[in-house]
């Protein structure tokens, strides 16, 4: 599993909060959820905006191409040699 560390004021932001927080690219989509608690890291409110969702469904419905996680895996595999 990766680790990331977490800067001291980053953790400080983490144990204050009474929610979740959502984690966010530079650019302002989201990547993940942090919680002090493992079991409350589900979100009560939406995260993706309706141009989110739109942009995936567009995704969803192209032709491809298409990989299987092993062909992924495979193909990275292929460049660290």
Not at 11 to 30: E, Q, W
Not at 51 to 79: C, F, K, M, N
């Amino acid at each position: 599993m990766t680790q990331l560390q977490l800067s001291a004021e980053q953790v400080n932001v983490l144990m204050a909060a009474a929610d979740p927080i959502i984690l966010c690219h530079p650019d302002g989509s989201v990547v993940g959820f942090a919680s002090k608690r493992l079991t409350d890291i589900t979100p009560k409110e939406p995260v993706f905006t309706p141009e989110e969702i739109a942009e995936a469904e567009r995704r969803i419905d192209s032709p491809g191409p298409w990989y299987t996680t092993q062909e992924v895996l495979a193909h990275l595999r292929s460049l660290s040699q």
